[in-house]
């Protein structure tokens, strides 16, 4: 069974810390969940990561829906959430509404959406009080990085870090059951977990965080157009699939593959009666 919204805020008062990681595809979700990931995410980083986009912005509904399918298949025992896309809910309560059922109805527990506009915080809050559990997402935010101006870390210092955490008091007050910190000084996302009853779930948030989420193509080593900071890199599997592919080749041209046990096989007489045949 799927672990639950409560299981997972327990985990703060526990003193357990909260592990997350992406996954957009059917087999890399089930080895994931298979290792006791708490959360998986079907982050709209697949834009970038599995889509090849240059930003993830360029990814909407209809292409998100069919990787939460796809990784919603393979999760058992993890708490499933899907992010919202661009242009997903900046939109009146209704469209909003109606675009996060249809994540939820594709096999998401929960949506995640970026910012905190008092726009934005009204449409969560709608979303919360009608059944839909959202996980919010400050610091840097991808999907404002043209109005962010590149990928630069936020609250960077006393000021911005106690905005940092208004907002997310606002979150938490509009029903957030977590809350995503993307890029922001450890010293800052010490501060604000602090004050949260809430888990913070830090990305580039360092240590203090209530827990940690990576975009699994990063430590997995598999995506190389870009390498965060903060992202550590436990294998190279693109190193792996690069040699693998060269070996299929080499073994394909040079007549290693494919051998007898990888082959079918007519019965004796049966190839006897196509050598006879003339
Ligand atoms: O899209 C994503 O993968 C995310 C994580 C980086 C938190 O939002």
Redesign the pocket.
């Known amino acids: 069974m799927r672990k639950s919204i409560q299981k997972i805020q327990n985990y703060k008062k526990e003193g357990k810390k909260i592990t997350?990681l992406?996954a957009y595809d059917y087999s890399t979700a089930k080895y994931i969940d298979n290792a006791g990931v708490d959360m998986i995410?079907?982050?709209?980083?697949?834009?970038q990561v599995a889509l090849g986009y240059d930003s993830?912005t360029d990814i909407g509904m209809d292409e998100m829906l069919v990787f939460v399918r796809a990784v919603s298949r393979a999760v058992e025992n993890a708490l499933l959430v899907a992010?919202m896309p661009f242009m997903s809910f900046q939109l009146d309560k209704v469209e909003t509404m109606k675009n996060a059922c249809e994540l939820i109805k594709a096999g998401a527990n929960a949506v995640?959406i970026?910012g905190s506009s008092d726009f934005t915080v009204e449409n969560i809050k709608h979303l919360t009080q009608n059944g839909v559990p959202v996980m919010g997402?400050l610091g840097f935010t991808?999907l404002s990085i043209n109005t962010i101006g590149g990928h630069k870390v936020q609250g960077k210092d006393a000021d911005r870090t106690i905005e940092l955490l208004k907002d997310a008091l606002r979150l938490q007050n509009a029903g957030c059951f977590a809350i995503?910190l993307?890029m922001v000084p450890l010293q800052s996302g010490q501060f604000i977990s602090q004050r949260l009853r809430i888990p913070t779930?830090g990305?580039g948030g360092g240590r203090f965080c209530d827990g940690q989420?990576?975009?699994s193509d990063d430590i997995f080593g598999k995506y190389d157009r870009f390498k965060p900071k903060f992202a550590r890199q436990y294998s190279s599997l693109k190193d792996i699939i690069f040699n693998v592919a060269k070996a299929f080749c080499s073994d394909v041209e040079e007549g290693n593959f494919p051998n007898v046990n990888e082959s079918f096989t007519l019965e004796i007489g049966e190839i006897e009666k196509l050598e006879n045949y003339r």
């Open positions: 997350v992406t995410l079907v982050g709209d980083s697949l834009a993830t992010d995640k970026e997402h991808p995503v993307e779930i990305i989420v990576l975009v």
